[in-house]
Structures are given as structure tokens and as C-alpha cells.
């Protein structure tokens, strides 16, 4: 069955330094997201990247995030200067189109300290 | 109003007892609608997308009411295993709408 794939599984990194979370979408899927969630909350949306460009983000997805799919596989999110409040679970999903079910990735935790 | 709402539970249940959950969405044009479940620390797996003229797998029931704009899950003869927490998932366009989730315990 296909997957999406994220790595690392764990990141752990200190206050400021930037960080790179990398998610492989399923081959034929359009549509691609980022989310966030902290540990015992709700799953919540950062952005959603269709036709190489961002399509929505939310208010959490400030100017410290950035998204790019360099190479027609890998979707990536960075955080340029990492918080403490920057530590979560971090999804990456993908769609085939819309209305259609979403694949998440295992997640990526990362660990501010 | 938040677009889509869920009570958060937890609900408490023995095994094998019958458990139903809700889930309303504000928007009419609202597409598709799913029932993902999510373990601690894990990441969404969908249960089963949901359908107007209701659909069941095995154990598991949903519904949609457009009118009502409200999606529903039954969870019969539940299980240990079916601890989790259940998160109602709407889309529209290629928007992806999540719902708090439902948090289930099973007791044995």
C-alpha cells in the first residue's frame, strides 16, 4: 500500500537553530499539508501546498516557516528559529484530490530544548 | 463556531458495550466526510469515509445527515482495542478539517 514517509522520526534541537522536516508525499497525489500537534491537543493545520505554491496557511505558520518541494518528491518544512513552543508531532499529509481521503506520514517529534 | 465540533470526551465504556459519537460542521459546502482514529503519539488513520446512505465495516456504523449537517460513528461489541481517540474530518475543496476527536476508553 503506498505511504507517506517522514523523517527524522525525532529531532531534537536547541532553541534558535533551525530545523528541516522532510516527508515524502504518495507519487501521484497533488495536494500536500503540514500539520502540528502538541502533545495532548488537537491535530492543527500550518499549510497546504498545491501546484508548487502555497495554497493556504494558517496563523501559526508565521515568517519563521517556510515550505518547499525541491524536487518533484520530497516536501519539506522548515522552522528557521526554533522555540520552545515549536515542540510537537508534525504530520505531513497528502491527497490524491480534493474531497478525497488524506494519508498522513508517521510524524516527525521535535524536541526544543 | 468552530467548522467542525466534537464532543472531546473521554467517554468511558465496558467491552463489548455499544458506543455512539457526533460530530456537526458549520459548512454547507462541505464534500466529503471521514472518521479517522488516532493512538497516543501516532499518527490519523482513517476508519472509514462516511457516506449519506450510511456505511458499515464490521463492527463500525457512520452516518450523514446533510440536512442536520452532523456525521455520526457506532462502535458495536467494542473492544480493548478500540481505545483511541476518533477524529471527525471534513473536506472541502482541498481544505482538510479536523475535528478536536473524541477520546474512547475501554474498560475490561
Known sequence: EPEVTQTPSHQVTQMGQEVILRCVPISNHLYFYWYRQILGQKVEFLVSFYNNEISEKSEIFDDQFSVERPDGSNFTLKIRSTKLEDSAMYFCASIAGEGTEAFFGQGTRLTVV | ?108
Not at chain 2, 455512539?20 to 471521514?34: G, K, P, R, V
Not at chain 2, 461489541?77 to 482541498?94: E, F
Open chain 2, 1 to 108: 463556531r468552530k467548522e467542525v465540533e466534537q464532543d472531546p470526551g473521554p467517554f468511558n465504556v465496558p467491552e463489548g458495550a455499544t458506543v455512539a459519537f457526533n460530530c456537526t460542521y458549520s459548512n454547507s459546502a462541505s464534500q466529503s466526510f471521514f472518521w479517522y482514529r488516532q493512538d497516543c503519539r501516532k499518527e490519523p488513520k482513517l476508519l472509514m469515509s462516511v457516506y449519506s446512505s450510511g456505511n458499515e465495516d464490521g463492527r463500525f456504523t457512520a452516518q450523514l445527515n446533510r440536512a442536520s449537517q452532523y456525521i455520526s460513528l457506532l462502535i458495536r461489541d467494542s473492544k480493548l482495542s478500540d481505545s483511541a481517540t476518533y477524529l471527525c474530518v471534513v473536506n472541502r475543496d482541498d481544505k482538510i478539517i479536523f475535528g478536536k476527536g473524541t477520546r474512547l476508553h475501554i474498560l475490561p
